[in-house]
């Protein structure tokens, strides 16, 4: 009689915990996170079914992982960087020592999955061990690395992994040869907090007998705690606010793990019972790779002082990397640091003599730092790479002459151009025309500016070219025609700069201010005099001084119209 009345209770309390779970409204946003969520939440109560199944056998496991594996690397569908490649290298060359102190040996594999905000790593079945570039760009010690690798492998040393496709068949109900079908964020979805806090001692472990610090996995999550922080006020200063896509994914990452301060407290305790004697970390050998990342989204930006401090900072790790150094030097370069960006451009043509890519900049920078010399210095350094020189080196040095005074050699050219068939004549022509309009010899540059576009009407900056020649001249019409001619996202702000000149010059001062405006809106260096002046001609300097200064008198009067 008892089991009957237990059995109606168990019933009666099952029928109310539905009843209450339909009537009770989800409110659940839609994000990439959503997945995450799903195996978060239901992770608790899969831990709590019956093992019903036998453990599959470790070439089975392998099986399987090679099998999820290779799908995911086809649905990806992309081909792998330079940068990737390196990466993958660094991660297999850390974690080798790591896999071969672990229990089970199992053919660990290490993959690299570029992105800035996959803040994850993650293991599959048969020792597939994967790293997102987010988690990695947090990074700045090999030890720390070793920690998280020590972490993913141990979750398929202790059957984790394989435990985890054992759950998703039974409750998918299909067929072990069917589970490439699992979607791969149920591996990127945490454990359970037993599961994660044994893979946190036990990857640590093997991370300290690799010769890695233990303090490598304290200083991780204290990484996370900073972040899990961040996520919790949801900081409102751009330093410090995290994309709503990094966001997302930290819900999902923070929900299915274990709170950090919970997680460092554990390393502590062990590296107090266990003696662990405090170690040097070593540097993360590809942080380099982050820190021209990160210049590289600076100058994007058009944060040109952090993109310089980051490209620095990357090539302190790593010299001489060619990314880095053209970061460097148009960063440079756009903060009216012409002599530094020389130097940057120089250091690279130094390994690629032959390159007309930097060679021109190069010219460019030494004549906006000081027009006498710099074809006394554009002359040294050709004479010091020998027979390697750029295809346009005549052409640059010429106009280089032409700004030191002497105009012969340019004339010289100039003739031989007009006289050939050369397919590359209309953009000699166009060059042979700017160095004239940085002499101040308009009527020349328009010349030749104009026989260019002919030739080659595509040509968006030619366009750009022959209308600040054309205001020069006073042809404000024709400029102003010139200049909506040709639209290219690429010489934008520019085109608009000049549009807006011709229009100040020709007295109509709101097309010129609206112009104006959009144009150093997108191109900051507009608003550095001292770069204005360097690579254009007074009249150009003066106008973009005038309407900066009737810019700031028209905010004057809007904030004295709100008082």
């Known amino acids: 009689m008892k089991r009957w009345i237990a059995l109606a209770g168990i019933v009666l309390l099952g029928v109310a915990a539905v009843v209450v779970s339909e009537r009770r409204k989800v409110e659940a946003s839609a994000s990439p996170a959503a997945l995450l969520y799903l195996v978060a939440d239901s992770e608790q109560e899969l831990t709590r079914m019956p093992v019903r199944f036998t453990r599959m056998s470790d070439a089975e496991e392998i099986r399987i992982g090679d099998e999820l594996a290779h799908f995911y690397s086809q649905s990806a569908d992309e081909k792998k960087q330079p940068e990737t490649v390196v990466i993958e290298k660094y991660l297999a060359q850390v974690g080798a020592p790591l896999a071969s102190r672990a229990h089970r040996i199992l053919p660990y594999k290490f993959h690299y999955l570029p992105g800035p905000y996959l803040i994850n790593a993650f293991a599959l079945p048969g020792g597939h061990i994967y ?67 044994e893979a946190d001692r036990e990857g640590t472990r093997l991370a300290v007998q690799a010769g890695y610090s233990a303090n490598g996995a304290i200083r991780m999550f204290e990484t996370f705690q900073r972040l899990f922080n961040e996520y919790q ?56 790779i982050f820190w021209t990342a990160r210049a590289q989204e600076a100058l994007n930006a058009n944060k040109y002082q952090q993109a310089e401090q980051f490209a620095m900072r990357s090539l302190k790790l790593k010299p001489d990397q060619q990314k ?58 050709l004479d010091s790479v020998g027979s390697e020189k750029p295809s346009d080196s005549d052409v640059l040095l010429s106009g280089l002459t032409l700004l030191a005074g002497d105009p012969a050699p340019l004339h010289g050219l100039e003739l031989r151009t007009k006289q050939s068939s050369d397919e590359e004549r209309p953009v000699r022509l166009g060059a042979l025309g700017w160095w004239y309009y940085q002499a101040g010899n308009y009527e020349s540059a328009a010349e030749l500016l104009g026989e260019a576009v002919q030739e080659r009407p595509g040509d968006a900056k030619l366009w750009v070219e022959r209308t600040w020649s054309l205001i020069e001249l006073r042809r404000l019409s024709d400029a102003i025609q010139t200049a909506n001619a040709f639209y ?71 904030l004295a119209s709100k008082r």
């Not at 988690?135 to 040393?157: N, R, Y």
């Not at 997680?263 to 004697?277: K, L, N």
């Open 131 to 197: 790293v997102g570039g987010g988690l990695l760009a947090l990074m700045d010690s090999e030890d720390e690395l070793a920690a998280v690798l020590g972490h993913e492998i141990e979750h398929v040393d202790h059957y984790h992994c394989a435990e985890r496709v054992q759950k998703e068949q039974a409750l998918r109900r299909i067929p072990l040869g069917g589970l490439v079908a699992i979607p791969i964020e149920i591996f990127e979805a945490g454990y359970s907090k037993d599961q994660e806090l």
């Open 324 to 381: 880095a150094l053209v970061i460097l030097a148009q960063a440079r370069f756009a903060q009216a640091d012409f002599v530094g960006a020389a130097a940057s451009y120089r250091k690279l043509l130094n390994g690629n003599p032959a390159n007309d890519s930097l060679a021109q900049p190069y010219a460019l920078a030494l004549a906006a730092a000081e027009r006498k010399s710099a074809a006394a210095e554009f002359r040294r350094w």
């Open 233 to 288: 006020v949801r900081a409102k200063t751009p330093e410090q606010e995290l994309s709503q896509v990094a966001q997302q994914a930290l819900e999902g990452y923070f929900r299915s793990h274990p709170l950090p301060s919970e997680r460092i407290a554990q390393v502590q305790t062990m590296i107090a019972s266990e003696g662990w004697t405090p170690r040097a970390e070593r540097d993360l050998a590809v942080a380099y």
């Open 488 to 558: 290219d996202e690429a010489t934008k702000s520019e085109r608009l700069m000049a549009q807006a000149v011709a229009y100040w010059q020709a007295k109509q001062p709101v097309q010129a201010m609206s112009s104006f405006e959009t144009a150093a809106a997108g191109q900051p260096e507009w608003t550095n005099p001292r770069w204005v002046k360097a690579l254009y001609s007074p009249l150009v300097a003066q106008s973009v001084q005038e309407m900066q200064a009737e810019q700031e008198r028209r905010r004057q009067a809007r």
